[in-house]
């Protein structure tokens, strides 16, 4: 006959608080855990002294199910949330290529006649200081023999200054200043020449040099983009 069947079964206390033989009481003195994890053993106890035990599907489990729900969708929009955020300020210029989108430049040892040419978003843009003569030149001409007719006055905000993009139409390539049939610029790559406006007027190159966008910040100076 089994002893251990024999033994009446030990009261709810401290030493079956956690799991124990329902044959074995923890006389040694150990702590429950280390007196448990010594005499393993697959009968079970649990001492519900302490709380009730509540059948499953009771009503007054929904509160702490709902909890668990809505905390875990909270998080879960935070996430996505975050997400979004983090690939918005990615797609933020940085603080290097907002500085490169606007260019100052001194016009002030620019000499009259004289062409610079500056780099700006990585292209180059000519600046060019025009005489009487260039400024003529570009008022004068009869539109209707224009490729893409465009007044002067439209390509310019001082008639002193022309600015425009230092890149041919046609192919990209970058004209020579100073040069041409027109005293303008002229692309050696096709042969295309452009006026003292920076308007096509021979050669393949389909429209006239583009103007970017710029505003004088005073006499001798001006900010392009």
Known sequence: MDC??????????????YAVDAALTNT???PPTVYALKN?????????????????????????????????RFIGASAVRLAVLKFILSMTATKDVLA?????????????GQTITVKWRGKPVFIRRR????????????LALLRDPEPDAVRV????????????THLGCVPLPNAG???????????SHYDTSGRIRKGPAPYNLEVPTYSFIDDDHVLVG
Request: with cysteine; glycine share 8%; charged share 25%.
């Open 131 to 142: 005489t009487e003569e260039d400024i003529s030149l570009a008022e004068s001409v009869d």
């Open 157 to 168: 905000k001082k008639p002193e200054w022309l600015i425009v993009i230092g890149v041919c």
């Open 100 to 112: 490169m989108a606007n260019l100052e430049v001194d016009l002030s040892k620019i000499q009259e």
């Open 4 to 17: 251990r069947q024999s033994l009446p079964l030990p009261a709810p206390g401290p030493e079956v608080r």
């Open 40 to 72: 393993p053993t697959p009968t079970i106890q649990y001492d519900d002294a302490v709380h009730e035990r509540l059948p499953t599907g009771d009503p007054s489990k929904r509160a702490f199910t709902y909890f668990v729900l809505t905390g875990g």
């Open 28 to 30: 040694s003195g150990l």
């Open 181 to 191: 049939d027109y005293q303008g610029w002229f692309c050696p790559c096709h042969g």
